[in-house]
């Protein structure tokens, strides 16, 4: 009895056994099969790259495409950045300020667009600037009488800002963006806000400021420049301090040679 107990007992060891080394049995033989699945899949993959040549650049235009769809960086920094505050007065011209600053590494000229150019025109529509360098744009407007007599707080006026990177030393002229359409960046799109000139406010304080700002710098730029050299005189006669007091002094010699005959 003894005897057949441990014959039971090894023969289910033995069926035991072999439950759990089929899995693994199977394991092997599917990761082999997977194996060579992927290995054969990579062979047509580089066969059909080395067919096609063009295929080969996939990630480099797949990159570029990214890129193309990446928001452009931006060559100027408006304040404010996206809006335009005029006081509402109905039946007057009013002003707006926005401050202009090329923060890129290169001149950058600027150009302003407006849906109402009957209506409204910018001080000045276009210029050159600097790297580092800013200027104050005035905006001018008329403001019509509301039909209901209810005062707007928006306006669907829009005024557009465009930039053009400037390669080398030129004057501002709008042909320029006309020449090179395709360098042409859109900056910002400013959308008219009014505000009661009655209530004072940070716009309003701020807008204020940027006006004061942008009419100093115009009379500034108005002043002749002060004149160090000598004084020209019509074409090519120079006339130096010296030569002022000679003619002087010989004028008076002749009057009180005069006096004394």
């Known amino acids: 009895m003894a005897i057949a107990d441990q014959k039971s007992s090894s023969e289910g060891t033995g069926k035991a056994w072999n439950f759990f080394k089929i899995p693994f049995l199977h394991s092997g033989t599917s990761h082999a099969n997977m194996s060579s699945s992927s290995s054969s899949q990579n062979t047509h993959y580089q066969n059909t790259i080395n067919s096609n040549p063009q295929l080969d650049g996939g990630s480099n235009s797949v990159s570029s495409v990214a890129r193309s769809l990446l928001p452009a960086r931006r060559r100027l920094k408006l304040d404010p950045s996206n809006k ?138 108005k002043k002749p420049p002060e004149d160090t050299g000598p004084r020209i005189v019509g074409e090519g006669l120079v006339i130096d301090e010296w030569k002022e007091r000679r003619e002087r002094y010989l004028a008076r010699q002749q009057v009180e040679g005069v006096d004394s005959v």
């Open 84 to 221: 335009l505050y005029f006081p509402y007065e109905p039946g007057k011209q009013v002003r707006s300020a926005v401050r202009i600053k090329n923060t890129s590494k290169s001149p950058v000229a600027f150009k302003f667009q407006t849906t109402a150019p009957k209506s409204c025109f910018m001080r000045p529509p276009g210029a050159i600037l600097a790297p580092g360098e800013s200027i104050i744009a005035t905006v001018f407007k008329f403001v019509e009488q509301p039909e209901n007599n209810e005062k707007p707080e928006k306006s669907k006026l829009k005024f557009k800002i465009m930039s053009l990177k400037v390669k080398g030393v030129t004057d501002y002229v709008p042909e320029l963006f006309d020449e090179q359409k395709d360098q042409v960046a859109v900056e910002q799109i400013l959308r008219v806000v009014f505000l009661d000139p009655e209530r004072s406010t940070p716009a309003l304080e701020k807008l204020k400021r940027q006006l004061a700002e942008a009419e100093a710098a115009l009379e500034a730029r």
